[in-house]
Protein backbone atom coordinates (compact mmCIF):
# COMPACT_ATOMS: atom_id res chain seq x y z
CA UNK A 1 0.00 0.00 0.00
CA UNK A 2 1.64 3.37 -0.88
CA UNK A 3 2.36 6.06 2.05
CA UNK A 4 -0.18 8.79 2.06
CA UNK A 5 2.08 11.49 1.54
CA UNK A 6 2.06 15.14 3.41
CA UNK A 7 2.84 18.57 3.31
CA UNK A 8 5.11 19.91 5.97
CA UNK A 9 4.60 23.31 7.08
CA UNK A 10 7.93 24.45 8.99
CA UNK A 11 7.76 25.67 12.38
CA UNK A 12 3.45 24.63 12.29
CA UNK A 13 2.84 28.10 10.67
CA UNK A 14 -0.67 28.82 11.22
CA UNK A 15 -1.58 25.28 12.49
CA UNK A 16 -3.98 24.91 15.06
CA UNK A 17 -2.52 22.98 17.90
CA UNK A 18 -5.81 23.18 20.50
CA UNK A 19 -8.69 25.08 21.29
CA UNK A 20 -8.33 27.73 23.95
CA UNK A 21 -10.03 30.20 25.74
CA UNK A 22 -7.06 31.92 27.21
CA UNK A 23 -5.61 34.81 25.18
CA UNK A 24 -6.66 35.86 21.83
CA UNK A 25 -3.90 37.76 19.34
CA UNK A 26 -4.95 39.35 16.13
CA UNK A 27 -1.95 40.35 14.45
CA UNK A 28 -3.33 42.60 11.97
CA UNK A 29 -4.87 44.78 13.95
CA UNK A 30 -2.18 44.82 17.19
CA UNK A 31 -4.76 42.96 19.41
CA UNK A 32 -3.95 41.37 22.84
CA UNK A 33 -6.92 40.32 24.69
CA UNK A 34 -6.55 37.53 28.09
CA UNK A 35 -10.14 36.34 28.60
CA UNK A 36 -11.59 38.85 26.16
CA UNK A 37 -10.34 42.11 28.37
CA UNK A 38 -7.62 44.06 26.34
CA UNK A 39 -3.60 43.22 27.76
CA UNK A 40 -3.11 47.46 28.26
CA UNK A 41 -6.27 47.74 30.29
CA UNK A 42 -5.32 45.14 32.50
CA UNK A 43 -1.45 46.38 32.30
CA UNK A 44 -2.69 50.07 33.38
CA UNK A 45 -5.47 49.04 36.21
CA UNK A 46 -4.89 45.63 37.27
CA UNK A 47 -2.52 43.67 39.43
CA UNK A 48 -0.44 40.36 38.22
CA UNK A 49 -2.04 38.47 40.24
CA UNK A 50 -5.13 39.26 39.75
CA UNK A 51 -4.69 39.00 36.20
CA UNK A 52 -2.97 35.15 37.01
CA UNK A 53 -6.07 34.49 38.53
CA UNK A 54 -8.15 35.54 35.25
CA UNK A 55 -5.63 33.37 33.21
CA UNK A 56 -5.89 30.28 35.05
CA UNK A 57 -9.58 30.45 36.47
CA UNK A 58 -11.14 32.23 33.59
CA UNK A 59 -12.85 35.16 35.53
CA UNK A 60 -12.05 37.99 37.24
CA UNK A 61 -12.06 36.99 41.05
CA UNK A 62 -14.16 38.53 43.86
CA UNK A 63 -12.81 40.17 46.27
CA UNK A 64 -12.86 37.53 48.68
CA UNK A 65 -11.39 35.20 46.32
CA UNK A 66 -8.45 37.70 45.31
CA UNK A 67 -7.77 37.72 49.04
CA UNK A 68 -7.30 34.32 49.52
CA UNK A 69 -5.51 33.56 46.15
CA UNK A 70 -2.95 36.83 46.96
CA UNK A 71 -2.56 35.34 51.07
CA UNK A 72 -1.74 31.56 49.30
CA UNK A 73 1.15 32.97 47.35
CA UNK A 74 2.70 35.31 49.72
CA UNK A 75 2.46 32.56 52.17
CA UNK A 76 4.58 30.56 49.65
CA UNK A 77 7.05 32.93 48.59
CA UNK A 78 10.12 31.46 50.25
CA UNK A 79 12.84 28.93 49.37
CA UNK A 80 13.80 25.76 51.56
CA UNK A 81 17.08 25.85 52.64
CA UNK A 82 18.56 22.62 50.64
CA UNK A 83 17.18 24.44 47.56
CA UNK A 84 19.23 27.56 48.99
CA UNK A 85 22.33 25.23 49.06
CA UNK A 86 21.44 23.61 45.43
CA UNK A 87 21.33 27.04 43.85
CA UNK A 88 25.11 28.04 45.71
CA UNK A 89 26.79 24.85 44.28
CA UNK A 90 25.76 25.54 40.36
CA UNK A 91 28.37 27.38 38.70
CA UNK A 92 28.70 30.83 38.95
CA UNK A 93 29.21 31.70 35.33
CA UNK A 94 25.30 29.95 34.36
CA UNK A 95 22.60 32.11 33.01
CA UNK A 96 20.16 33.29 35.23
CA UNK A 97 17.78 31.15 33.34
CA UNK A 98 19.38 27.79 33.63
CA UNK A 99 19.62 28.31 37.14
CA UNK A 100 15.76 28.97 36.87
CA UNK A 101 15.04 25.89 34.72
CA UNK A 102 16.80 24.23 37.06
CA UNK A 103 15.86 24.83 40.12
CA UNK A 104 12.24 24.59 39.26
CA UNK A 105 12.87 20.68 38.12
CA UNK A 106 14.40 20.22 41.23
CA UNK A 107 11.37 21.69 43.21
CA UNK A 108 9.11 18.49 41.96
CA UNK A 109 10.98 16.35 44.35
CA UNK A 110 10.19 18.62 47.25
CA UNK A 111 6.52 19.12 46.01
CA UNK A 112 5.45 15.75 44.69
CA UNK A 113 2.84 16.45 42.25
CA UNK A 114 2.82 13.44 39.97
CA UNK A 115 -1.07 13.16 40.46
CA UNK A 116 -2.33 15.92 38.42
CA UNK A 117 -5.81 15.14 38.27
CA UNK A 118 -5.87 15.83 41.73
CA UNK A 119 -7.69 19.19 42.26
CA UNK A 120 -5.18 20.24 45.88
CA UNK A 121 -2.05 19.21 43.63
CA UNK A 122 -2.98 21.21 40.46
CA UNK A 123 -4.23 24.30 42.80
CA UNK A 124 -0.98 24.35 45.37
CA UNK A 125 1.47 23.57 42.34
CA UNK A 126 0.07 26.77 40.26
CA UNK A 127 0.35 28.78 43.85
CA UNK A 128 4.19 27.17 44.95
CA UNK A 129 5.34 28.03 41.50
CA UNK A 130 3.80 31.50 41.66
CA UNK A 131 5.38 32.68 44.64
CA UNK A 132 8.73 31.07 44.44
CA UNK A 133 9.62 32.18 41.30
CA UNK A 134 10.37 35.85 42.21
CA UNK A 135 12.09 34.24 44.89
CA UNK A 136 14.62 31.88 43.20
CA UNK A 137 15.51 34.33 40.34
CA UNK A 138 16.31 36.68 43.22
CA UNK A 139 18.09 34.42 45.03
CA UNK A 140 20.00 32.85 42.41
CA UNK A 141 20.95 36.47 41.04
CA UNK A 142 22.61 37.45 44.62
CA UNK A 143 24.36 33.89 45.47
CA UNK A 144 26.05 34.24 41.95
CA UNK A 145 27.70 37.46 43.24
CA UNK A 146 28.55 36.18 46.40
CA UNK A 147 25.51 38.07 48.42
CA UNK A 148 23.57 36.10 50.98
CA UNK A 149 20.07 36.21 49.82
CA UNK A 150 17.20 37.89 51.01
CA UNK A 151 14.33 36.40 52.50
CA UNK A 152 10.89 37.79 51.15
CA UNK A 153 8.95 40.83 52.85
CA UNK A 154 5.49 39.31 52.87
CA UNK A 155 4.46 43.37 53.97
CA UNK A 156 5.42 44.42 50.04
CA UNK A 157 3.16 43.84 46.82
CA UNK A 158 3.97 40.33 44.96
CA UNK A 159 5.77 43.38 42.32
CA UNK A 160 7.68 45.12 45.61
CA UNK A 161 9.04 42.08 47.38
CA UNK A 162 10.51 41.27 44.24
CA UNK A 163 12.29 44.21 43.92
CA UNK A 164 12.92 43.86 47.46
CA UNK A 165 14.99 40.60 47.38
CA UNK A 166 16.94 42.05 44.55
CA UNK A 167 18.28 45.21 46.49
CA UNK A 168 17.06 45.15 49.73
CA UNK A 169 15.00 48.31 49.59
CA UNK A 170 11.50 48.88 48.69
CA UNK A 171 10.98 50.31 45.54
CA UNK A 172 9.28 53.73 44.55
CA UNK A 173 5.50 53.14 43.68
CA UNK A 174 6.39 53.94 39.85
CA UNK A 175 8.85 51.40 39.97
CA UNK A 176 6.47 49.00 41.18
CA UNK A 177 4.11 49.56 39.12
CA UNK A 178 6.65 49.25 36.06
CA UNK A 179 7.44 45.82 37.31
CA UNK A 180 3.62 44.66 37.71
CA UNK A 181 3.03 45.45 34.49
CA UNK A 182 5.63 44.25 32.82
CA UNK A 183 4.53 40.74 34.69
CA UNK A 184 1.17 41.42 33.19
CA UNK A 185 2.41 42.01 29.44
CA UNK A 186 4.32 38.87 29.26
CA UNK A 187 1.69 36.73 31.24
CA UNK A 188 0.06 34.83 28.07
CA UNK A 189 0.46 35.31 24.41
CA UNK A 190 -1.49 32.06 23.00
CA UNK A 191 0.72 29.54 21.13
CA UNK A 192 3.97 30.66 21.29
CA UNK A 193 6.81 28.24 21.46
CA UNK A 194 7.57 27.88 25.60
CA UNK A 195 3.63 27.45 25.92
CA UNK A 196 3.39 24.43 23.63
CA UNK A 197 6.34 23.24 24.64
CA UNK A 198 4.58 23.03 28.30
CA UNK A 199 1.48 21.90 26.92
CA UNK A 200 3.17 18.89 24.89
CA UNK A 201 5.09 17.99 28.16
CA UNK A 202 1.89 18.84 30.09
CA UNK A 203 0.00 16.38 27.93
CA UNK A 204 1.96 13.34 29.08
CA UNK A 205 0.67 14.07 32.21
CA UNK A 206 4.13 15.03 33.75
CA UNK A 207 4.21 16.51 36.69
CA UNK A 208 3.67 20.42 36.61
CA UNK A 209 7.44 21.37 37.27
CA UNK A 210 8.76 19.04 35.02
CA UNK A 211 6.02 21.05 32.63
CA UNK A 212 7.40 24.72 33.43
CA UNK A 213 10.98 23.58 33.72
CA UNK A 214 10.11 22.65 30.12
CA UNK A 215 8.72 25.74 29.27
CA UNK A 216 11.62 27.92 30.72
CA UNK A 217 14.04 25.90 28.46
CA UNK A 218 12.26 26.96 25.44
CA UNK A 219 11.55 30.50 26.77
CA UNK A 220 15.71 31.09 27.24
CA UNK A 221 16.30 30.51 23.32
CA UNK A 222 17.37 34.13 21.82
CA UNK A 223 14.43 33.76 18.89
CA UNK A 224 11.79 33.68 22.06
CA UNK A 225 12.46 35.19 25.28
CA UNK A 226 15.97 35.52 24.97
CA UNK A 227 15.33 39.00 22.09
CA UNK A 228 15.41 41.19 24.80
CA UNK A 229 18.73 40.84 26.02
CA UNK A 230 19.76 40.93 22.56
CA UNK A 231 18.04 44.17 21.84
CA UNK A 232 19.68 46.31 24.32
CA UNK A 233 23.09 44.97 23.29
CA UNK A 234 22.03 45.98 19.98
CA UNK A 235 21.38 49.45 20.84
CA UNK A 236 24.43 49.50 23.35
CA UNK A 237 26.13 49.03 20.68
CA UNK A 238 24.96 51.48 18.25
CA UNK A 239 26.08 54.07 21.23
CA UNK A 240 24.32 57.29 19.17
CA UNK A 241 21.02 58.14 17.33
CA UNK A 242 23.02 59.42 15.05
CA UNK A 243 24.59 55.71 13.86
CA UNK A 244 20.92 53.90 14.09
CA UNK A 245 20.13 54.57 10.42
CA UNK A 246 23.67 53.08 8.99
CA UNK A 247 23.80 50.54 11.89
CA UNK A 248 19.98 49.19 10.20
CA UNK A 249 21.14 49.60 6.84
CA UNK A 250 23.99 47.69 6.96
CA UNK A 251 22.17 44.66 8.64
CA UNK A 252 19.09 45.12 6.58
CA UNK A 253 21.66 44.58 3.12
CA UNK A 254 23.51 41.53 5.03
CA UNK A 255 19.44 40.49 5.65
CA UNK A 256 20.66 40.21 9.40
CA UNK A 257 17.41 39.53 11.80
CA UNK A 258 16.91 42.94 13.85
CA UNK A 259 16.38 41.75 17.36
CA UNK A 260 13.06 43.18 18.85
CA UNK A 261 11.64 43.73 14.83
CA UNK A 262 8.62 41.45 13.56
CA UNK A 263 6.48 38.49 15.19
CA UNK A 264 5.14 35.58 14.15
CA UNK A 265 1.95 36.93 14.86
CA UNK A 266 1.49 40.64 14.14
CA UNK A 267 1.69 42.27 11.29
CA UNK A 268 1.63 45.98 12.63
CA UNK A 269 3.57 47.39 16.21
CA UNK A 270 2.53 44.92 19.07
CA UNK A 271 0.21 46.52 21.39
CA UNK A 272 2.57 45.80 24.49
CA UNK A 273 5.15 47.44 22.79
CA UNK A 274 3.35 50.74 22.36
CA UNK A 275 2.31 50.46 26.11
CA UNK A 276 6.13 49.91 26.91
CA UNK A 277 6.90 52.89 25.12
CA UNK A 278 4.76 55.27 26.66
CA UNK A 279 6.34 53.70 30.30
CA UNK A 280 9.71 54.92 28.75
CA UNK A 281 8.87 58.35 27.82
CA UNK A 282 7.68 58.28 31.80
CA UNK A 283 10.90 57.02 32.92
CA UNK A 284 13.32 59.00 30.97
CA UNK A 285 11.41 62.23 31.43
CA UNK A 286 13.15 65.22 32.46
CA UNK A 287 16.30 63.25 32.26
CA UNK A 288 17.94 63.32 29.04
CA UNK A 289 21.30 61.94 29.96
CA UNK A 290 19.96 59.01 30.38
CA UNK A 291 17.21 59.05 27.42
CA UNK A 292 19.87 58.52 25.03
CA UNK A 293 19.08 54.78 24.70
CA UNK A 294 15.51 55.40 24.15
CA UNK A 295 16.13 58.54 21.26
CA UNK A 296 18.68 55.51 19.64
CA UNK A 297 15.42 53.09 20.06
CA UNK A 298 13.16 55.22 18.32
CA UNK A 299 15.37 56.00 15.77
CA UNK A 300 16.13 52.15 15.22
CA UNK A 301 12.40 51.78 14.67
CA UNK A 302 12.10 54.88 12.56
CA UNK A 303 14.00 53.71 10.14
CA UNK A 304 12.85 50.17 10.67
CA UNK A 305 9.40 51.46 9.72
CA UNK A 306 10.97 52.57 6.11
CA UNK A 307 12.41 49.97 5.55
CA UNK A 308 10.74 47.28 6.15
CA UNK A 309 6.30 48.27 7.01
CA UNK A 310 5.85 46.67 3.21
CA UNK A 311 7.17 43.25 4.90
CA UNK A 312 4.51 44.19 7.64
CA UNK A 313 7.63 44.05 10.46
CA UNK A 314 7.35 46.23 13.32
CA UNK A 315 8.74 46.24 16.56
CA UNK A 316 7.35 43.67 19.33
CA UNK A 317 7.43 43.33 22.94
CA UNK A 318 11.29 42.94 23.23
CA UNK A 319 11.96 46.23 21.80
CA UNK A 320 10.92 48.27 24.45
CA UNK A 321 10.43 46.08 27.72
CA UNK A 322 14.40 45.57 27.97
CA UNK A 323 15.51 49.66 27.88
CA UNK A 324 12.36 50.00 31.06
CA UNK A 325 14.24 47.20 32.80
CA UNK A 326 17.31 48.61 32.23
CA UNK A 327 16.14 52.22 33.45
CA UNK A 328 14.75 51.04 36.90
CA UNK A 329 17.79 48.84 37.70
CA UNK A 330 17.43 45.19 36.59
CA UNK A 331 20.41 43.33 35.00
CA UNK A 332 20.30 42.70 31.52
CA UNK A 333 20.62 39.14 31.96
CA UNK A 334 17.72 38.68 34.18
CA UNK A 335 15.46 40.62 31.47
CA UNK A 336 14.39 36.93 30.59
CA UNK A 337 13.78 35.45 34.25
CA UNK A 338 11.50 38.24 34.39
CA UNK A 339 9.54 36.90 31.46
CA UNK A 340 9.52 33.31 32.99
CA UNK A 341 7.84 35.04 36.44
CA UNK A 342 5.28 36.74 34.37
CA UNK A 343 4.59 33.74 31.97
CA UNK A 344 4.52 31.42 34.00
CA UNK A 345 0.49 32.06 34.61
CA UNK A 346 -0.25 31.48 31.07
CA UNK A 347 2.13 28.00 31.00
CA UNK A 348 0.00 27.07 34.18
CA UNK A 349 -3.38 28.14 32.55
CA UNK A 350 -2.68 26.09 29.55
CA UNK A 351 -1.74 23.18 31.47
CA UNK A 352 -5.23 23.04 33.33
CA UNK A 353 -7.20 23.60 29.99
CA UNK A 354 -4.74 20.93 28.99
CA UNK A 355 -5.96 18.67 31.33
CA UNK A 356 -9.44 18.87 30.92
CA UNK A 357 -9.93 17.23 27.45
CA UNK A 358 -6.14 15.67 27.20
CA UNK A 359 -4.71 13.96 24.38
CA UNK A 360 -1.64 13.35 24.38
CA UNK A 361 0.21 15.24 21.07
CA UNK A 362 1.95 13.09 19.08
CA UNK A 363 2.76 14.51 15.45
CA UNK A 364 3.40 13.19 12.31
CA UNK A 365 6.53 13.66 10.26
CA UNK A 366 7.14 13.07 6.62
CA UNK A 367 10.73 10.72 6.52
CA UNK A 368 12.85 11.67 3.53
CA UNK A 369 15.99 8.95 4.45
CA UNK A 370 16.81 6.42 2.93
CA UNK A 371 14.74 3.07 2.81
CA UNK A 372 15.40 -0.77 2.75
CA UNK A 373 19.46 -0.81 3.23
CA UNK A 374 21.27 -3.46 3.66
CA UNK A 375 23.71 -3.79 6.59
CA UNK A 376 27.27 -4.14 5.95
CA UNK A 377 29.46 -5.87 9.18
CA UNK A 378 32.55 -3.07 9.96
CA UNK A 379 35.06 -4.96 8.26
CA UNK A 380 33.28 -4.52 5.38
CA UNK A 381 32.68 -0.65 5.41
Not at 341 to 369: C, F
Request: glycine share 6%; charged share 25%.
Amino acid sequence: MEEKQMGVVPGLAGIPAAESAISYVDGEKGILEYRGIPVEVLAENSTFLEVAYLLLFGKMPAESEYKKFKADITYHTRLKVKILRMIEFLPENGHPMEYLQSVVAAMGMYYPARDVMNEDTRYWSVVRLIAKMPTIVAACERLRHGDAPIQPNNDLSFAANFYYMLFEKAPDAFTEKIIDAMLILHADHTMNASTFSARVVGSTLADPYTVVSSAIGTLSGPLHGGANEEVVHMFKEIGTKENARPYIEKMIERHEKIMGVGHRVYKTKDPRATFLQSYAHKLFKNNTGRGKILEIAEEVEKVANEKLAAKKLYPNVDFYSGIVLQEIGMPTDLFTPIFAMGRVAGWLSHWLEQLKTNKIYRPDQKYIGLRSQKYAPISER
